[in-house]
């Protein structure tokens, strides 16, 4: 038994299509998040990383950290205690830099390879048509 690729990617397809106007029949904003998904669902993911990158670097992040630092997250008294949360808190910050590394790899890994199979599936129709590759595949 195999199992069918069910997914609904962004663009106007049949299904896109009549999930969008299900949507708008049945309430307004459901069509309109669903168009606003067909037209820009491919840039979602990139939007929701920039607004992340954006909000590490902003100068509201600071002082909403100097608020946590003076709301039960400073120096304890017990200095011991204070260098290894500290230290594990460094530490955890360089793991999380090592994972956000990895992640920018994975995607740029799974962009490459849609790359590829939408040029397979171009090259494929294209020599369906009778015409060849258009441009040889490196």
Same mark, same amino acid.
């Given at each position: 038994m195999t $199992?069918?690729?069910? $997914?609904?990617?962004p663009? /106007?397809?049949p299904?896109t299509t009549?999930l969008?106007?299900?949507? +708008?029949?049945a *309430? /307004?904003? =459901?069509g309109?998040?669903?168009l606003? !998904?067909? &037209? /820009?669902? #491919?840039r979602f993911?990139? =939007?929701a990383r920039?607004?992340r #990158?954006? /909000? %590490?670097?902003s100068?509201m992040?600071?002082?909403?950290?100097?608020?946590? %630092?003076t $709301?039960?997250?400073?120096? $304890?008294?017990n200095v011991? +205690?204070? #260098? !290894? %949360?500290?230290r594990e =808190?460094?530490?955890?910050?360089?793991?999380?830099?090592? &994972?956000?590394q990895?992640r920018d790899?994975?995607?740029a890994?799974?962009?490459?390879?849609?790359?590829?199979?939408?040029?397979?599936? +171009?090259d494929? *129709?294209?020599?369906n048509?009778?015409?060849?590759?258009?441009?040889?595949?490196?």
């Amino acid at each position: 038994m195999t $199992t069918a690729n069910c $997914t609904i990617r962004p663009g /106007w397809t049949p299904v896109t299509t009549g999930l969008m106007v299900l949507g +708008f029949v049945a *309430f /307004w904003p =459901l069509g309109l998040a669903m168009l606003a !998904y067909i &037209l /820009w669902g #491919d840039r979602f993911q990139t =939007l929701a990383r920039d607004a992340r #990158d954006q /909000w %590490r670097t902003s100068p509201m992040k600071g002082c909403m950290d100097s608020m946590n %630092r003076t $709301t039960g997250f400073g120096r $304890t008294g017990n200095v011991a +205690f204070d #260098d !290894y %949360r500290e230290r594990e =808190l460094k530490r955890l910050e360089e793991e999380k830099a090592k &994972l956000d590394q990895m992640r920018d790899e994975f995607d740029a890994f799974l962009r490459e390879l849609r790359r590829a199979k939408d040029q397979d599936e +171009f090259d494929r *129709f294209m020599a369906n048509r009778g015409h060849g590759p258009a441009t040889p595949t490196a």
